[in-house]
């Protein structure tokens, strides 16, 4: 037995106020898209959702692309009956029994919008339930707090029945909310942050800082793979890969105490700002996670987030280790993250570094670097910008030269 029908409902909080029709277009539009690969389908749109009827298309395909779409808050698998209470009854015992997993209690649930047909709610709630129960040994009603609630639309012309609510994506449609650019390493915490921006609405770009030779080709491959999974969630996503070699090294040989990566990691926000000015983009986005590692210390968070002006959007700050491994794995992106390659950031480590960094002092090193302004800018020059499109991959440029 295959569902004919999808019911998709849009997030309650994306339909309020005057943005409503704004967020629907978007969500549709999305939607249209990631099922454009079925020809036959036939949208029915309603306040807060819509009716997708199947054609013949199959529901396993078009609900894994359902799922990757942010403002769906969830769908349920429907099936259509004819308008006789006969087949109504049938159509709801087949859909009980195919459930993946038998339930011990169920109630139903009948909405009469065809206010012609003869029987009202409460008679089909209890016709189509009481079928239902007769039919299935060891099930109970329960209209308090039921396993699986069952669903019954008498509609104008047909009856639409379902029992599963799978939930969706969420969030604000794609690209709502502005534009930022996600500072991408090769670990668990920055590609599920670019997830939790873009479930917010933002478009994001990536940048991911490289130092070949002293970090692998492979290890620029994982962040490329990382960019492909990230992308599968939107239309395409840009990559600016960052030369940091230079830059890293020359700032470890004029200084290797203990604020060494407090200053590596105010040289890759430099670069970051001037990347996402150049691209028109109004945040950095960053996986940073309170109190995680040392760069991540609230005085340390505060010395190297001093150095840009753009917001600095920090999903993951108060988040746990495992909550955020869950997300990685629910998205698709640990396996990735987990690749024994290493990026840039676990390079020229000092054995103790400082959790509690000095602003002043931090900024009289720098300027005793003359060499520092330069390199950064050579830097940002030289970024190659490939673009992940429906997970092809098409360079933009080698360097942009300003």
């Known amino acids: 037995m295959k569902p004919d029908c999808l019911i998709l409902r849009f997030g309650e909080l994306t339909l309020k106020g005057k943005n409503r029709k704004r967020f629907e277009r978007s969500v549709m539009a999305q939607i249209r898209k990631v099922l454009g690969s079925f020809p036959d389908l036939r949208y029915i749109s309603e306040y807060g959702r819509v009716y997708v009827e199947l054609g013949g298309a199959a529901y396993e395909e078009a609900s894994a692309a359902l799922q990757r779409v942010f403002g769906l808050a969830s769908f349920s698998p429907a099936y259509h009956a004819p308008m006789e209470v006969e087949a109504i009854q049938e159509i709801a015992l087949q859909i009980m029994q195919a459930l993946p997993k038998q339930p011990k209690t169920f109630k139903v649930t009948v909405r009469r919008v065809n206010k012609s047909f003869p029987l009202d709610s409460q008679r089909m709630n209890y016709l189509v339930g009481g079928y239902v129960l007769q039919a299935s040994p060891g099930l109970q009603v329960d209209v308090h707090q039921p396993e699986v609630e069952l669903r019954v639309e008498i509609r104008e012309e047909q009856v639409l029945l379902y029992a599963e609510v799978i939930e969706g994506a969420g969030g604000f449609p794609s690209g709502t909310s502005g534009k930022a650019l996600l500072m991408l390493s090769g670990g668990i915490d920055s590609p599920v942050a670019g997830w939790l921006a873009m479930r917010k609405g933002l478009t994001i770009e990536a940048i991911h800082f490289h130092s070949f030779p002293y970090t692998s080709e492979r290890a620029k491959e994982k962040v490329i793979d990382l960019a492909h999974q990230l992308a599968s969630y939107t239309d395409s996503l840009k ?164």
């Open 239 to 402: 990559l600016h890969l960052v030369p940091f070699t230079e830059v890293q090294t020359s700032i470890h040989g004029a200084y290797q105490d203990n604020l060494l990566v407090t200053l590596i990691r105010r040289a890759m926000y430099r670069i970051a700002e001037q990347i996402a000015d150049r691209e028109g983009l109004n945040g950095l986005v960053t996986g940073e996670s309170l109190g995680q590692v040392a760069s991540q210390t609230l005085p340390s968070l505060n010395v190297i987030g001093r150095v840009v002006t753009l917001p600095l959007l920090q999903p993951l700050m108060m988040m746990d280790k495992q909550e955020i491994i869950r997300l990685a794995e629910s998205i698709g992106t640990f396996p990735i993250s987990i690749l024994p390659y290493e990026d840039c950031c676990s390079l020229f480590l000092p054995p103790s570094p400082s959790t509690n960094p000095n602003l002043r002092m931090v900024e009289k090193i720098e300027n005793s670097m003359d060499f520092l302004p330069e390199l950064i800018e050579r830097a940002a020059a030289q970024t190659e910008t490939i673009e992940i499109v429906h997970g092809q991959l098409k360079k933009v440029s080698d360097a942009h030269l300003f």
